[in-house]
């Protein structure tokens, strides 16, 4: 169950709806980015949420934490947009793999790395993944992101840690010169 | 896993999941939050978009409702015409957009499970913006239809010299929902084909209008059928073209827009 809020004394009202959307929108946009395991239809999914959380304002309970219910809409919106889109990000995905591996200029360390990754995060689970970006991108501790996602705090910190080992596994070495990595290659 | 490739792998998580400016969202949702009353107490009835895509168009326009339900639900008619267009547009056998049936295949099954609940705003709405884009004729895949920033070079007739139309927001006609433009939502993201769209609710009770906003080279020249129920108007505006679709005699967006 979401956290008591002090902030909210009384029911939401559209207006407050939005003032509180925005002082949450850049956590939700990085639950919304970790759920879908990129940034691209990210602000689109958080959009829906809000709309559908506009329509729904009666369920919030007063007292209890704004972004952690806004956020049940943010999971349940991208969650759909994933299913839905699986086939098509897959195939997007592979185009973009295919122009970073096949390009005429060969991309900087930074690049691959990234690519790199990207296609790691794509191997985790969706929890797993938004408690990592939660933990990285805008820095919140495992209690927050215990709230938020309605999880133990255990379970977050075992989520960022096991999601970090495992991408470290599927990685080459950062900053390695190319030989390197390539040996690494399995 | 050492600390150095703990902080290389959190680095690359910040570069790529930097959050962007979502201003102009917090604009849109305010817009939405300002068109519902203040004390309501009941939630609106939405349906799942599922659902919603499924259901057949209707092509009744006197049976859309006019009510301010409509400007409330608008933003959820977009994302299940958009979802409901991802079955137009995809043409994964080669069908052409101008000519592709906006009737979905499985329409008859759904029918057949759901004839007798009258058509929702949202799927007016949905419809309106399917049968418009369904009978345009925007250029091939073959030209980037992407904005004049993302084509480097730009193509020798995209000018953007005397600027973009801007939206002055009035309280007879405010943008719900809106792609492309100064927004961060691609409409090709949303399978709109149109490089920028807006869909504005016209106070105090409706109905929901569509204004698309091309340069000329992709100017779709569209056109309705006849029974379609709604209007298609044309207007240039500087080196834009504007097209409001409405079930209206007359365009009433229009003059909201300037550059």
Same mark, same amino acid.
């Given at each position: 169950m979401p956290h008591p809020d002090p902030r909210s004394p009384r029911a939401l009202t559209p207006a407050a709806f939005a003032a509180r959307f925005r002082e949450s929108s850049r956590v939700l946009w990085c639950i919304a980015a970790g759920v879908l395991g990129d940034r691209t239809h990210a602000e689109d999914v958080l959009q829906e949420a809000a709309l559908t959380a506009l329509d729904k304002l009666s369920t919030f309970e007063p007292g209890t934490n704004f972004e952690a219910w806004m956020s049940q809409f943010v999971r349940f919106v991208a969650l759909n947009h994933r299913r839905k889109h699986a086939r098509r990000a897959r195939a997007l995905h592979e185009q973009a793999r295919g122009m970073a591996d096949g390009g005429s200029t060969p991309p900087s360390s930074t690049a691959v790395f990234d690519a790199g990754v990207q296609r790691a995060l794509d191997t985790l689970g969706e929890t797993a993944r938004t408690c990592l970006l939660l933990k990285?991108?805008?820095?919140?501790?495992y209690a927050e992101i215990s709230t938020l996602l309605e999880i133990p705090p255990g379970t977050a910190m075992s989520h960022v840690s096991r999601a970090r080992a495992k991408m470290r596994e599927l990685l080459p070495e950062p900053d390695a010169p190319p030989v390197l990595r390539a040996r690494r290659a399995p | 896993m050492t600390e150095h490739d703990r902080d290389a792998i959190d680095a690359s998580l910040r570069r790529q999941f930097?959050? $962007?400016?979502l201003d102009a969202l917090h604009e849109r949702i305010e817009a939405a939050a300002a068109a519902r009353p203040t004390d309501a107490t009941e939630d609106v009835e939405t349906e799942d978009v599922d659902d919603v895509i499924r259901l057949p168009p209707t092509t009744d326009p006197s049976a859309e409702p006019r009510s301010g339900a409509l400007g409330s639900l608008v933003w959820v008619g977009v994302v299940a015409a958009a979802a409901a267009l991802v079955l137009l547009w995809a043409r994964p056998d080669g069908v052409d957009p101008g000519t592709a049936s906006p009737t979905p295949d499985s329409g008859a099954e759904v029918i057949a499970r759901a004839p007798d609940p009258p058509p929702t705003s949202h799927q007016v709405a949905g419809a309106q913006l399917t049968r418009f884009l369904s009978t345009a004729h925007y250029p091939g895949p073959d030209y980037d239809l992407g904005d004049c920033q993302s084509v480097v070079p730009p193509p020798p007739n995209c000018s953007t010299h005397e600027g973009a139309p801007v939206w002055s927001p009035q309280p007879e006609a405010q943008v719900v929902w809106e792609c492309g433009g100064s927004t961060s939502l691609n409409c090709s993201d949303h399978d709109? $084909?149109?490089?920028r769209l807006m869909v504005v609710r016209l106070a105090p009770s409706g109905p929901d209008v569509i204004v698309c906003i091309e340069p000329p080279w992709a100017d779709p020249k569209p056109e309705l059928p006849l029974d379609s129920g709604y209007q298609i108007f044309r207007r240039t505006l500087g080196e834009y073209v504007l097209y409001e679709v409405t079930p209206l005699s007359e365009p009433r967006a229009f003059d909201s827009l300037s550059i």
């Open positions: 990285t991108v805008v820095e919140f501790d | 930097e959050v $962007p400016n709109l $084909p149109a490089q």
